[in-house]
């Protein structure tokens, strides 16, 4: 005779630290992949900075690492959907930006002022990065702005004709 237990085809979440993996579904995403690809890459660049005689730029990646692990559990958890309040999206394409931009600018500085390895190796990693960060910066305004288009009325177009022949009857007087 079986155990009524053993039989139950529905499993039970896992207590303990397994609760703080990230699903599979999570994982094979695009967003997923993104998140954890930005993770790998501040973390080794961070880790080269350290290496090199550039060490002063490695704040930078190891901010980064930090923000993009804390978006990648948040969204892994499902955190956003529980705090309403902040604008997720919005956080974490202001953090895409400033990441791109950041890392390009200090992997031109690198690049042109050390000439260690360590730091050539920092600089190709934060161009990696900087593509990176640029890649999920615009998938995510693409998907605002196709989120905004939905939202508008059809004929907004039409709306800012007639206040555009408005403006130029008081060009002409």
Known sequence: MEDPEVADPAPEP??????LLPTKAFLSSRKGQLLLA??????LTFICYVASWAAAFMTVPLIEFLLA??????????????????HWPLLDFIRCVTAAIVYFAISIAVV????????????????????????????IFNDLSHFLRRGDPSDAPE??????????????D
């Open 14 to 19: 896992q207590p303990g630290l397994r609760a």
């Open 38 to 43: 930005e993770s790998v890459l501040s973390f």
């Open 69 to 86: 692990l804390f978006l990648f559990y948040a969204y892994a958890m499902k955190v956003n959907e529980k705090f309403q309040g902040i």
């Open 112 to 139: 042109s002022k050390y000439p260690d390895g360590a730091s050539k190796a920092a600089a190709v990693l934060g161009f990696v990065a900087t593509i990176a960060y640029a890649l999920d910066f615009y998938l």
């Open 159 to 172: 709306t800012q004709k007639a206040d555009g022949e408005n403006d130029s009857d008081f060009d002409s």
